[in-house]
């Protein structure tokens, strides 16, 4: 055998064995415990649905799941960090749909969710809830809005901070219905709830059930409307932007939650990843947990969760450019 034969030979053994070892660990996935890096605070919204969750998935999968929270830049700072991550399977990231929102706004290209990672799958959706102070007498959302404009300069509208997904959806909303309103940015929406309440705001977009149900059943508040296509279960009572609001049919927006890898992850584990999400998302205590944050499940493969997130991306980039809300 000539000696060029005898290297093509061997080189071609070497790619199959690697490929036999590779499937193998595939196979075997997960041996060993998994980092979930979740950018964002302890007991906030995510973490407190992503604590819940991955409990239920480390049992399925059958290995630990260990949390590291990595706050700040809207999850940019956690989005970084899975960038330089090896496509492993052992180091994920739970993300909102500020993946989608963050890299736009702070100009991270290299952040694009479509390009950097792939979705492993999609979990829960959380609508916004339009809140207005007890003071405010609206009947309803569309009432509400024909307020604002009359008057802009009465209302103040509070966020969870400049950027957030709530502002951005308050923004949105305002310019398809050629309404302003003053925006005043909080550290988040616990202290923007607050101040509502004590009426020195006049309206917000909360994203977090379990922190508004309290102000909303104590009358402290007034909840006019959600914005996602069909009403929450956790408020079947309060109607949808899209349902009661003209120039707002069909709207849908709001705070949604995706298990992410680095690119590259294999397929295979992709799958895995998923199919123990989507078990855990029928649990009946996950499902009582996740009632009470008003979040429902999103049944979806990792390929329809990863084309969701990429119209998303799409859709909320170009809203930041057209209203100009970069962050620095």
Known sequence: MSKRRLAASLAALSLTASGAVWAQSTDNYPSKPISLL????????TDAIGRVLFRKVSELLGQPIVIENRPGAGGNIAAAELLRTAPDGYKLMYGTSSVTTAPALFSRDDLNPGKAFVAAGCSVAVPLILLVSKSNKAPDARAFYGEIKQDPQRYFMGTSGNGSVDHLVGMEIADKLDVNAETVP??????????????????????????????????????????????????????TLSESVPGLESFDAGTWQVLLAPKGTPTPILHKLNDALQ??????????????QGAEAMDMTPEQCQ?????????????VERLGLKLN
């Open 307 to 319: 084309q969701y997130v990429d119209a998303e991306f799409v859709r909320w980039t170009a809203t």
């Open 38 to 45: 979740i950018g964002f605070a302890p007991g906030g919204p």
């Open 279 to 292: 078990t855990a998302l029928k649990d009946p205590d996950v499902l009582t947990s996740l009632r009470f």
């Open 186 to 239: 909080y550290s988040g929406n616990g202290p923007a709830l607050t101040d509502l309440a004590g009426g020195n705001t006049g309206f917000m977009y909360s994203g977090s059930f379990n922190s508004a149900m309290p102000f909303i059943q104590s009358g402290q508040v007034r909840a006019l409307a959600v914005t996602s296509a069909h009403r929450s279960e956790a408020l079947p009572d309060v109607p």
